[in-house]
């Protein structure tokens, strides 16, 4: 009894002085599993929210990113006792009607750093490659932001690292491997373009048998992962794109709304060599603007509600397939991290081209 009542009052301590030892594993009636969480709440309505605690990072996630079914164990708005909202205690359990997937595991530490560079000549043309290491990250965008198939913002874990072209693949990557070049805007500098899905994955089937290595197209999950480079803004560079930062159309009205050359993103109408702008954080080039970048994902406009924490692959199945980033024509405003955008596997316009991945 005495036990139960320290927990109790532990429990119900403000979150921002959890002790080590207070951490505890809970998951909800549902079955949905939440690793090491406590519930906290202000006299603000607005400011209620789910803390959640993974190793050493606190990550406080707003009540509205709930699902639906899980919301219903928060009464009246006020949390005062985790029981009350349908929590158990699972600390020692593997309860078995949590698939393992819906529970994020921890990074895998792979001895690399962060957009570590490696080289690999590939029937007598160059990739290169950074390192994505594996971590956690929040996907999607902050509440009020962003549009509706980007919510609610989740946390999800990559548990393994993985390789991926510092730049859009090229065309004289492509022309090397497939004898043609489908694109409209054409130099070898210039990234491939009018290609569909099913074209990329051709590519990927074909580059993996020459070199050796497992190469794909990355998951929606890897590209925002790897876009953000650590990131939590709108864009890898920050909340804007003023500067000249992105091959984009800057001069519509959500752009620039300022006669300050600064503020304004010059529209060249036209894709630009690879690796023309500064890359983000892990040395990625072209990851806002220049084409949109095909994912491997099948698309789910509320696929976020329901994707599992560790390692999303996308929807088992679907009509149209993901791609990312932006392009050329396309305002600021489309060349978010968060940005999902997605069409027919057999689509192919000169906005539109893709990255490699490999996991080793």
């Known amino acids: 009894m005495k036990k139960a009542l320290i927990l109790l009052f532990l429990l119900t301590l403000p979150t921002l002085i959890f002790a080590e030892e207070t951490l505890r594993t809970w998951r909800s009636k549902t079955g949905v599993a939440i690793i090491e969480a406590a519930w906290d709440s202000t006299n603000d309505p607005s ?6 605690l993974k190793g050493e990072r606190r990550y406080r996630i707003p009540l509205e990113n709930l699902s639906e079914e899980d919301k219903k164990y928060v009464s009246d708005g006020r949390m005062r006792k985790l029981a009350e909202f349908g929590l158990v205690d699972v600390t020692n359990e593997t309860p078995k009607d949590v698939r393992p997937q819906e529970v994020a595991s921890p990074p895998v530490s792979d001895g690399r750093s962060a957009g570590e560079r490696m080289v690999r000549t590939i ?8 390192w994505c290491p594996a971590g956690s990250f929040m996907m999607g965008s902050p509440p009020g932001g962003g549009q509706p198939s980007e919510n609610p913002q989740h946390l999800v874990t990559l548990t393994k690292g993985f390789w991926m072209l510092e730049t859009e693949v090229t065309q004289a990557m492509w022309e090397r491997v497939m004898g043609s070049n489908p694109s409209h805007f054409k130099r ?35 590209w925002e992962y790897a876009c953000r480079a650590g990131t939590t803004t709108a864009f890898s560079f920050g909340n804007t794109l003023f500067g000249g930062k992105a091959n984009c159309d800057g001069n519509s009205p959500d752009d620039a709304n300022s006669l300050d050359s600064t503020k304004i993103i010059i529209n060249i109408k036209r894709t630009t060599p690879v690796g023309s702008y500064s890359p983000n954080a892990w040395g990625l080039y072209d990851m806002h603007g220049n084409v949109w970048e095909w994912c491997s994902d099948w698309y789910g406009s509320g696929y976020y509600a329901t994707s599992p924490t560790s390692d999303p692959n996308g929807p088992e199945s679907g009509s149209q397939r993901v791609f990312r980033g932006g392009s050329w024509g396309n305002s600021a405003e489309f060349c978010r991290s968060a940005l999902r955008r997605c069409d027919d596997p057999t689509y192919s316009c000169d906005h539109v081209g893709f990255r490699l991945i490999f996991v080793p």
């Open 123 to 130: 029937w007598g043309v160059e990739y290169a490659f950074r």
């Open 188 to 222: 070898s500098n210039l990234p491939v373009e009018s290609v569909n899905w099913l074209d990329c994955t051709r590519f990927c089937e074909k580059i993996s048998e020459l070199s050796g290595l497992k190469i794909q197209l990355p998951t929606e999950a890897q």
């Open 47 to 52: 400011e209620e929210f789910v803390f959640l």
